[in-house]
């Protein structure tokens, strides 16, 4: 089942094209910036997260904003608006829970921002915790999807961030992209072992590249196990499972 965001604003220019982008990983509804409406939206969707767009509205409204600041506490927020109204929301919305962006905007990041923002507001069920990291949103989402009704899946979108989920969940389980921009899995396994909340949790590696060298180069990292890109559902079940001795 897919995570439902709360889109809010005019589907229009900046905020069609992040519709398109974000529908692809999860469930999407669209509103007005109206109070009533997005009030009656929240509490029926039940929404991850919400994404508020201004770029359009001919003015701030502030009392939408100390609104959503006052009765939705809990609830991230992606706030994209230009740069002379951001000060205006952000000085009403303040906290963790909110993220500020304004045009131009990467799509990609968007992806990336709505998993830090959900990752921020989870609470553990009780169940045994998977962290996958990985830099694609699609791939974090398939994973999610085949994992979370038997456990707590975790996701993080680059090793860095990674890293410091680890630290702060201590997962039962790693699932680590071997290919990633920036810090790659290798860096970040060598980076787990030797802090010492994560160097006892099992690594599975994910990786794309099926080559020879590349199969030897992992292996050789003695990690819990290794899987190839694109994930097969049932090898990735039974591989947790293997792992965890579920």
């Given at each position: 089942?897919?995570?439902?965001?709360?889109?809010?604003?005019?589907?229009?220019?900046?905020?069609?094209?992040?519709?398109?982008?974000v529908s692809s990983a999860y469930e999407v509804q669209i509103c007005d910036i109206q109070q009533k409406s997005v009030s009656g939206l929240i509490k029926v969707v039940r929404?991850?997260?919400?994404?508020?767009?201004?770029?359009?509205?001919?003015?701030?409204?502030?009392?939408?904003?100390?609104?959503?600041?006052?009765?939705?506490?809990?609830?991230?927020?992606?706030?994209?608006?230009?740069?002379?109204?951001?000060?205006?929301?952000?000085?009403?919305?303040?906290?963790?829970?909110?993220?500020?962006?304004?045009?131009?905007?990467?799509?990609?990041?968007?992806?990336?921002?709505?998993?830090?923002?959900?990752?921020?507001?989870?609470?553990?069920?009780?169940?045994?915790?998977?962290?996958?990291?990985?830099?694609?949103?699609?791939?974090?989402?398939?994973?999610k999807a085949v994992l979370e009704d038997k456990y707590d899946v975790y996701l993080a979108t680059g090793g860095e961030m990674g890293i410091k989920k680890a630290m702060e969940?201590?997962?039962?389980?790693?699932?680590?992209?071997?290919?990633?921009?920036?810090?790659?899995?290798?860096?970040?396994?060598?980076?787990?072992?030797?802090?010492?909340?994560?160097?006892?949790?099992?690594?599975?590696?994910?990786?794309?590249?099926?080559?020879?060298?590349?199969?030897?180069?992992?292996?050789?990292?003695?990690?819990?196990?290794?899987?190839?890109?694109?994930?097969?559902?049932?090898?990735?079940?039974?591989?947790?499972?293997?792992?965890?001795?579920?």
């Amino acid at each position: 089942m897919k995570d439902k965001i709360l889109m809010v604003g005019k589907l229009t220019g900046v905020l069609a094209n992040i519709h398109e982008t974000v529908s692809s990983a999860y469930e999407v509804q669209i509103c007005d910036i109206q109070q009533k409406s997005v009030s009656g939206l929240i509490k029926v969707v039940r929404p991850a997260m919400m994404i508020i767009c201004t770029i359009g509205e001919y003015d701030v409204d502030k009392e939408f904003f100390r609104w959503l600041h006052k009765e939705n506490p809990g609830l991230p927020a992606m706030i994209i608006s230009t740069k002379v109204d951001e000060p205006t929301i952000a000085a009403i919305c303040q906290g963790s829970q909110y993220i500020y962006l304004s045009p131009p905007v990467d799509l990609d990041t968007i992806l990336s921002r709505c998993v830090e923002l959900m990752e921020k507001s989870r609470v553990k069920s009780g169940k045994k915790t998977i962290l996958t990291i990985d830099d694609s949103p699609v791939v974090l989402r398939n994973v999610k999807a085949v994992l979370e009704d038997k456990y707590d899946v975790y996701l993080a979108t680059g090793g860095e961030m990674g890293i410091k989920k680890a630290m702060e969940a201590a997962p039962d389980l790693i699932l680590l992209d071997y290919e990633m921009p920036g810090m790659d899995g290798r860096e970040t396994f060598l980076n787990l072992q030797v802090e010492e909340k994560t160097e006892g949790i099992p690594v599975v590696f994910l990786t794309g590249v099926a080559d020879r060298k590349r199969v030897t180069e992992v292996a050789s990292m003695h990690p819990a196990g290794y899987m190839l890109k694109p994930i097969d559902a049932d090898i990735l079940l039974n591989t947790v499972k293997e792992v965890l001795g579920d």
